[in-house]
């Protein structure tokens, strides 16, 4: 049974988020509908991030297996993409080893916040930023996201009720950058991340930006692992994954 891994885009604003759900539609399961007609059976695909509903993706990367032995990538791009919704596109497919998996074998993952800072929203990006009236101080913002960096508790940053288990993570990269026309980009980097803990930090930020609190506020802030004392979450709609890093993955040669 070959292994592939698939790479996606999707907006996702119209969808109840990756994961499968008993109502509402998701991108999983959309996928996982297409691939039944592929491969004549129900096939399980394991996302790398199970992104909330109204999160996007530029590359969500995901893995399964098949029984068929004769089906080539480029054959399961073009048959998921004229199945799938034109919100979804599969970019690429490969053919791995066994023992990868979109989840598990992810070394670090990136994702990035889109924010609109002007009086008037560019109607292009109204479902791909949030729209923040009022100036905002960057410089700050700036030097609050570094103290997310390195290894700590993200207890502050995690939904009430989130998953149980450690809530320690690596960020290696926590930084903010804007241009002209009113964009700002919050990208962070690491190995792992609690459920909403982006959209909760990019809340925080905002207390910063606007002058509420100063920048050193976000350490103390983290060192609380109290949800209580953070910011709001951010809408979903600013959200993107953008980039899954595996090291070198080996492809299995048995398809080219």
Do not use: C
Not at 114 to 125: C, G, H, I, M, S
Not at 236 to 251: C, E, W
């Amino acid at each position: 049974m070959p292994t592939f891994k698939i790479t996606i885009a999707y907006d996702g604003g119209p969808f109840a988020g990756w994961q499968r759900q008993t109502n509402g539609t998701s991108i999983q399961g959309l996928i996982e509908d297409a691939l039944r007609d592929l491969d004549d059976r129900e096939v399980t695909i394991h996302g790398a991030g199970r992104t909330d509903a109204g999160v996007h993706a530029f590359a969500q990367v995901a893995s399964f297996t098949l029984v068929r032995d004769d089906v080539a990538p480029d054959v399961i791009v073009r048959s998921l993409n004229a199945k799938l919704p034109p919100e979804i596109r599969v970019r690429s497919a490969e053919r791995v080893p066994a023992s990868f998996h979109a989840r598990f074998s992810a070394r670090s993952k990136r994702y990035r916040y889109r924010l609109w800072n002007a009086d008037v929203l560019n109607p292009f990006e109204r479902a791909f930023a949030w729209h923040v009236f009022g100036p905002l101080d960057i410089p700050a913002m700036a030097e609050a996201a570094r103290y997310v960096r390195g290894r700590q508790d993200f207890a502050a940053f995690q939904t009430v009720g989130g998953a149980s288990g450690s809530t320690e993570r690596e960020i290696t990269l926590s930084g903010i950058t804007s241009n002209d026309e009113g964009l700002i980009l919050y990208e962070i980097e690491g190995d792992g991340f609690l459920r909403h803990m982006v959209r909760a930090i990019v809340g925080t930020l905002m207390e910063v930006g606007r002058g509420r609190k100063p920048p050193e506020w976000m350490r103390d802030v983290i060192a609380s692992r109290d949800r209580a004392q953070a910011g709001s979450t951010a809408p979903a709609h600013g959200l993107f994954l953008v980039r899954i890093d595996y090291g070198v993955v080996q492809s299995d040669s048995h398809v080219s």
